[in-house]
C-alpha cells in the first residue's frame, strides 16, 4: 500500500520555486511520493533551462489514476497555463492558474483525507490584492477555520506570534487573553501529536521590559492573567518576559518555543540565530500546511542560485 503523498500546490509560476524543489529531489530521496500541482509545461521548460532531469509521473485530477502515485518519480497533476517565456514578470496575469493549483490541492487533501500540505510563494501585491494579509488567512478562509496560528519550526527552538500581518499601530488592539489561550493549547496540541510532549514555553510581553507609562497595561490586563490559566493546564508555560532578552543563551537552552505578541518580535531574532533553517507551520487547518521561508524572488530567476535549505527542511518534516 502506498504511503499518503505530501501534496505541494507550486503557487507564482514565476518564481524560484521550482529551481529549489529540484535541488530538493538531488538533495536526497523521499520515503513518501510527492504530488506536484503545476503546469507540466513550465515544470518541464524550467527542468531544462536549469539543467536537471527527473522522470514525471502525470495523474488525472479526477483521481482516476491516483493508485499509480509512487515515490520512483514525480507525480505531477498538470495546471494549463499559457506563458510567452519560461522566466516571465510577475503580473495579475498568473492569478487564475495560482488559484487553480490552491483549488486543486484543497480537493484533494479534502476528499482523500490526506494531511500533508506545502504551498509556495504567491505575489502578495498581485494574487491577494489587499483581501488577505498573508496566504495563511487565505488557507483558514478556504477551510472554513477561525483559530489558526503560525509556528516558526526549528528543532532547537521555535517561535509563534499572537499576531501576524498587522501594522504596529493595530497590535495592541487584537491581543486578548482568549487569542493567547487558543493559541498556546494548539500550540500544545501540536507538540503532543507530533512529538508526544508538552512544550516547554517562554511568552513575552508587549511593551518594552513589560512595562509601561500607564495604568492598566497589557500585561497587568491580559498577558499575565492568560498566562496563569495556561499554566492550569501545562506548568511549563512562563512569562511575561521581556522581548529584548528572552533570546539571549540562558533563555534558549530552557524553552522549546518563545511566544510574541507580533510578527517581528519573535520573527527577526529568529531569522537573524537560523537563517533560512526553519519552517512556517500553520497550526489549526484540517491538514499540516508548511511554507517553506522564501518568497517569489523574481530578481533570482533562472540564476540557479537560490538556498533550498528550508524545503528540504519542509520535505523532511512531513516524510515521518
Known amino acids: 500500500m502506498n504511503r499518503e503523498p505530501i501534496i505541494i500546490a507550486a503557487g507564482e509560476p514565476n518564481s524560484v520555486f521550482l529551481e529549489i524543489f529540484f535541488k530538493c529531489l538531488r538533495f536526497k530521496k523521499y520515503k513518501r511520493p510527492i504530488l506536484i500541482i503545476v503546469s507540466k509545461k513550465l515544470f518541464i521548460d524550467q527542468m531544462k533551462k536549469l539543467n536537471f532531469n527527473f522522470k514525471i509521473n502525470v495523474i488525472d485530477k479526477d483521481f482516476n489514476s491516483f493508485k499509480k502515485i509512487n515515490n520512483k518519480k514525480i507525480n505531477l497533476i498538470d495546471i494549463k497555463y499559457k ?6 514578470k510577475i503580473s495579475d496575469k498568473s492569478n487564475k492558474y495560482v488559484e487553480e493549483t490552491f483549488n486543486v490541492a484543497l480537493n484533494i487533501l479534502k476528499k482523500n483525507k490526506y494531511s500533508k500540505f506545502i504551498n509556495r510563494p504567491i505575489s502578495k501585491k498581485h494574487f491577494l490584492k489587499g483581501k488577505y494579509p498573508k496566504i495563511t488567512e487565505y488557507l483558514a478562509k478556504k477551510t472554513k477555520k477561525n483559530n489558526f496560528a503560525m509556528l516558526i519550526f526549528n528543532k532547537k527552538l521555535s517561535v509563534s506570534p499572537i499576531t501576524t500581518h498587522l501594522a504596529l499601530k493595530d497590535v495592541h488592539k487584537k491581543i486578548t487573553k482568549q487569542k493567547i489561550f487558543l493559541q498556546v493549547n494548539l500550540i500544545n496540541s501540536f507538540y503532543k501529536a507530533q ?3 508538552l512544550p516547554k514555553i517562554a511568552i513575552t510581553g508587549l511593551n518594552p521590559h513589560c512595562e509601561s507609562n500607564f495604568n492598566n497595561s497589557e500585561e497587568d490586563k491580559i498577558i499575565i492573567p492568560a498566562i496563569k490559566k495556561l499554566k492550569l493546564k501545562n506548568k511549563k508555560i512562563d512569562g511575561p518576559f521581556p522581548a529584548d532578552t528572552v533570546f539571549t543563551k540562558p533563555f534558549l537552552k530552557k524553552y522549546d ?7 517581528d518580535q519573535v520573527l527577526s531574532p529568529m531569522k ?4 533560512f533553517d526553519a519552517i512556517n507551520i500553520t497550526l489549526g487547518l484540517p491538514f499540516t500546511r508548511i511554507s517553506p521561508d522564501h518568497g517569489p524572488n523574481y530578481s533570482m530567476l533562472g540564476k540557479n542560485l537560490s538556498d533550498p535549505k528550508s524545503l528540504i527542511e519542509a520535505l523532511k518534516f512531513l516524510d515521518k
Open 83 to 88: 506563458f510567452k517565456k519560461c522566466f516571465d
Open 257 to 263: 518555543i518563545i511566544v510574541g505578541m507580533y510578527h
Open 272 to 275: 537573524a540565530l537560523f537563517n
Open 195 to 197: 512529538f508526544n510532549k
